[in-house]
């Protein structure tokens, strides 16, 4: 999700990135049903990151819903409730048929509405809220960054910013902890971004609490940032619990990794097969796909990746190749 703190902001008004389920809506005739990762009773679902999806739900947030669950999934993962209350996405959700384990929050929003944050995720029944970008104690010079704050996160986030975002991350765990929530947070290409020897993420690897900050892997990202998303789980298989399926486009070489355009699962060059086997030797527990940009209709979009993320998550061939 790109920038989700600041992009919420304009999805609520468009003037512009846990629930508990009935009986299952009918999916669709060419969906394989079931849409397990893995073989295996505790087999985790492919979801979806609701911000695939921001604009249809700002025009009609249940109506989408349903279509969502019709189309076969059953996990989703909020991002932004568009002004409704957390017992009317509670009984929205229900019809659908669908169950919102986790949800979005940018630290910026976060330092501000915790309590709220906090009242609203358990009103709702979720399992986790993430945050999806950090911040800085003195943010002027993100504020100040040519093209923005979203701008200035990507490209001038300081080792002090992410060690203070850090000890901001681990205050936030341990108040959800106590509220019977998790915390985690997402990366999007800037944790990667090298300052003086080491990264954003290695900073965050080292300085929060494994008990109270765990982490949610956006493959798509991490890969457009030169990183292989199967090896990061496996070395850090005790922190990452959740992951973002997200392909990404060819780009020329050199190429800015924020510059890297997703495509429906399957049409890019990201190896998922990799990224599956890995899921499954550590044991991730939430996979929700999220398309940032599509290259067709939504719901057609939302149909091909949950088809293709099914069929590569139990080591099949898609057949036609993408890329």
């Not at 189309?71 to 989703?76: A, K, L, T």
């Not at 949800?103 to 976060?110: C, E, M, P, Q, S």
């Amino acid at each position: 999700m790109e920038g989700f703190a600041f992009k919420e902001r304009t999805m609520a008004s468009f003037s512009r990135r846990r629930f508990l389920t009935t009986a299952a809506v009918a999916a669709a005739a060419s969906v394989i049903p079931a849409h397990r990762l893995y073989a295996g009773e505790s087999a985790p679902l492919i979801g979806l990151q609701l911000y695939t999806a921001r604009e249809a739900l700002a025009k009609d947030f249940p109506g989408t819903l349903k279509r969502i669950g019709a189309i076969g999934y059953r996990e989703v993962e909020a991002a932004g409730f568009f002004n409704h209350s957390a017992a009317d996405v509670e009984r929205m959700m229900t019809d659908a048929g669908l169950r919102c384990v986790s949800a979005h929050y940018g630290l910026a929003d976060l330092l501000k509405t915790a309590d709220a944050t906090i009242e609203y995720a358990n009103r709702l029944g979720l399992e986790y809220v993430v945050c999806s970008s950090p911040w800085a104690k003195n943010p002027a010079h993100l504020e100040n960054y040519p093209g923005g704050a979203w701008q200035g996160i990507l490209h001038a986030m300081t080792l002090g910013d992410w060690k203070w975002s850090a000890d901001q991350f681990n205050q936030i765990g341990q108040k959800m902890q106590k509220a019977g929530l998790k915390f985690g947070y997402h990366n999007h290409t800037m944790e990667f971004r090298k300052i003086n020897g080491t990264t954003g993420y290695q900073i965050l690897l080292k300085n929060t609490d494994p008990h109270l900050v765990t982490l949610e892997l956006d493959c798509g990202w991490a890969f457009a940032a030169g990183q292989n998303p199967a090896e990061l789980m496996r070395r850090h298989r005790s922190r990452i619990s959740m992951l973002h399926l997200k392909d990404m486009k060819p780009a020329p070489a050199g190429t800015a990794p924020d510059k890297r355009t997703p495509t429906e699962i399957g049409h890019g060059v990201v190896d998922f097969h990799q990224i599956f086997e890995a899921a499954k030797a550590t044991g991730i527990r939430h996979s929700f796909v999220e398309q940032d940009d599509l290259d067709m209709p939504l719901f057609e979009a939302l149909r091909t990746d949950l088809n293709n993320a099914t069929v590569l998550a139990r080591g099949g061939t898609l057949r036609e190749k993408h890329g």
